[in-house]
């Protein structure tokens, strides 16, 4: 089974600067993976699907890259609402990357 | 509108069985896979189990082969996972999940969970 690996654990960043989190495949995933966004207390959501397509309703500071085997996740500039934990996913295996924390200082 | 909504969580002893049911609505159930996906209380996603449209293809993580099945009922509009010989291991909150599209398994829709606790 391919493993997703993310880093960093948790990201500690301000109002307006970039993050960037990473998701690594064990294996090629070519560009079959996707990015949710999970709030506390509610399910996740879907951001990013097929590597950087946004997927409906989601704001343009959040885009996806990557191939192969790694995979970014940029939020070019936080808001606070952004505060929440990030997870990958591929789409031939259902199983999740074990999320990234990003906290808004 | 796509609606997922979960029903059947409880508390039961280890070793014990229970039923989860997902009643969906606002799409053509049948044409897409279902999924289940736990998330014990701050820890992380953990895929559960899916199944295909028709119902004629099942999956299962490892944590759970052999001790949960998933099935669905198409002229009902509704997912189910039948969950035996619980463990605490299992005790979590459980979403219904519906594929974005007919192929993959990305998820476009989630429920709002149902909560299981294994505990005596």
Redesign the interface.
Known sequence: DIVLTQSPATLSLSPGERATLSCRASQSVSSYLAWYQQKPGLAPRLLIYDASNRATGIPARFSGSGSGTDFTLTISSLEPEDSAVYYCQQRSNPGFGQGTKVEIK | EVQLLESGGDLVQPGGSLRLSCAASGFTFSSYAM?W?RQAAGK????VS?ISGSGGST?Y?DSVKGRFTISRDNSKNTLFLQMNSLRGEDTALY?CAKV?TTS?????H????TLVTVSS
């Open positions: 999924i996906v992380g996603l953990e895929w899916g999956y993580a979403y974005r993959g398994w990305y998820i476009g989630w429920g709002q969970g």
